[in-house]
């Protein structure tokens, strides 16, 4: 272990299928950063964390799988029905904190056609994190899925080993540990070139309000097929817990490209009333010639 800091459902199913579909996002999103079912609600700044002196001490990470401009865009299909529209977009952020840059990782979609009658889903997720570390200092989280909402504001003071959430509430933390949005890219700067068919790897994350150790396995290398085209991949299954929404982690596979880029263009999930595919359907602003066939 390596260890690093189907369509024709009735309707009584959409509920079901979309809070699934919801999970099944989150767990993808947080555990190899990839795939957020991110829909906005709004866009507005977050409030800038207190500035005290820097301290020594804070990370490097030498990373060139991504940069601001970066926009990927996904579709998230119920079987053959397209049930919704997912973007993820990097920019550069307005602000230091602790004389640092920050670039803002936003999360944005929708769900689509008749889901919207049945389960509307419309969420947010923002994350602040260090360019140079990758590691967050702010994250916003705007849920509203079929009638439920709720919202998450976490102020990560990595100076101090730190959260704070939007019930005043400060939680000890470890060094650089991520939330759900940072750890979409601070995935991909892990160096797989050595990687193992079984190697597991560990991103420390802050989330619904208690640390989570997000776990994924390597299982190889894979060419596959998506309606635009051909990829050379490397494929890994998220560690989850079995049960709720799947029955074994091999229900659970994301592929994300082999070149620098390092981005996820499929997922495909078994769930306990029936299967959810998340396909990558167009791209831009990437660092590096992508693994097209």
Request: charged share 25%; hydrophobic share 35%; aromatic share 10%.
């Amino acid at each position: 272990m390596r260890t690093l800091g189907a369509a024709n459902r009735t309707d009584r199913h959409v509920p079901c299928v979309m809070g699934c579909m919801a999970r099944t996002s989150t767990i993808l999103l947080a555990g190899l950063g990839l795939l957020t079912m991110a829909f906005a609600q709004s866009d507005r700044p977050a409030e800038p964390l207190p500035a005290p002196a820097a301290p020594s001490g804070f990370r490097t990470v030498n990373h060139s799988a991504f940069k601001p401009g970066e926009k990927l865009t996904y579709i998230v299909h119920y079987g053959i029905v397209n049930a919704g529209e997912a973007v993820v977009e990097l920019k550069e952020g307005d602000q230091e904190i602790m004389g640092r840059k920050v670039w803002r990782a936003v999360g944005r979609g929708r769900s689509l056609g008749a889901f919207n009658a049945f389960y509307k889903v419309d969420d947010y997720y923002e994350s602040h994190f260090d360019a140079q570390g990758v590691f967050p200092w702010i994250f916003q989280r705007r849920v509203s899925e079929g009638g439920f909402e709720f919202s998450q504001d976490y102020m990560y003071k990595q100076h101090r080993g730190e959260v704070t959430t939007q019930k005043n509430q400060t939680h000890k933390v470890p060094s650089s540990v991520q939330d759900m949005l940072s750890a979409f890219y601070y995935a991909r700067t892990l160096d797989f070139s050595n990687a193992k068919p079984g190697d597991v790897y560990t991103i420390e994350t802050f989330l619904d309000d208690e640390l989570w150790p997000l776990q994924m396995k390597y299982m190889g290398k894979e060419t596959i097929k998506l309606r635009n085209g051909r990829y050379k991949c490397m494929r890994f299954q998220p560690v989850v817990q079995e049960g709720r929404i799947f029955k074994t982690n091999d229900d659970l596979n994301v592929w994300i490209t082999d070149d620098g880029n390092k981005i996820p263009v499929l997922a495909q999930a078994k769930v306990l009333v029936g299967s959810i595919k998340m396909e990558l359907s167009d791209y831009e602003g990437l660092s590096h010639p992508i693994a097209k066939l």
